[in-house]
């Protein structure tokens, strides 16, 4: 089942610019993840923030938790064309063998 | 090199006929996954596996089968009994569950 629930659905902006993307889900969760796919190939993990965490950083992007709302959000600063992917964002609701829990994505193009 | 890899990249297959898509991995993980991917959708669960000679069923089962006879492989058969086969195939290694996961470059599965 889909727990993560990113918005927007597409987001097309200016090389440069910051792109952001949010992500809401259901359940507690012990950490949750983003993902990033580039068109036709596998998903690579891009950041992990646990529960116990509001904010982390790596490189230009950076991860905000808020469990409260039960949301996270996704910061691209000065964004470049080859930012151009979908991104996911995944939960951990802990306890489960069966892992984590993808939501739809976001497709991000960066205009050159 | 440690990584995933999965094969056939692109695979097509006639009604009627069980076709077996490979997923090896040399990272030394015990959990693997399989997911379907289709066009502008998230991840969905087919089946994962904790230890070998152990799997479970995800969301969508129905119609396929697995097979982990070996800590570094992970086949998924999709056979005659699923109804709509055409998709993106992906799958997943991690040491534990929920943890980061890694992923092959994905088989594209078409039914003539």
Known sequence: SQQGEEDPQALSIQEGENATMNCSYKTSINNLQWYRQNSGRGLVHLILIRSNEREKHSGRLRVTLDTSKKSSSLLITASRAADTASYFCATDAGGGADGLTFGKGTHLIIQP | ?112
Request: hydrophobic share 30%; net charge neutral.
């Open chain 2, 1 to 112: 090199d440690g990584g995933i890899t999965q094969s056939p990249k692109y695979l097509f297959r006639k009604e009627g006929q069980n076709v077996t898509l490979s997923c090896e991995q040399n990272l030394n993980h015990d959990a693997m996954y399989w997911y379907r991917q289709d066009p502008g959708q998230g991840l969905r669960l087919i089946y994962y596996s904790q230890i070998v000679n152990d799997f479970q069923k995800g969301d969508i089962a129905e119609g396929y089968s697995v097979s982990r006879e070996k800590k570094e492989s992970f086949p998924l058969t999709v056979t005659s009994a699923q109804k709509n086969p055409t998709a993106f195939y992906l799958c997943a290694s991690t040491r534990l569950a929920g943890e980061p996961q890694y992923f092959g470059p994905g088989t594209r599965l078409t039914v003539l």
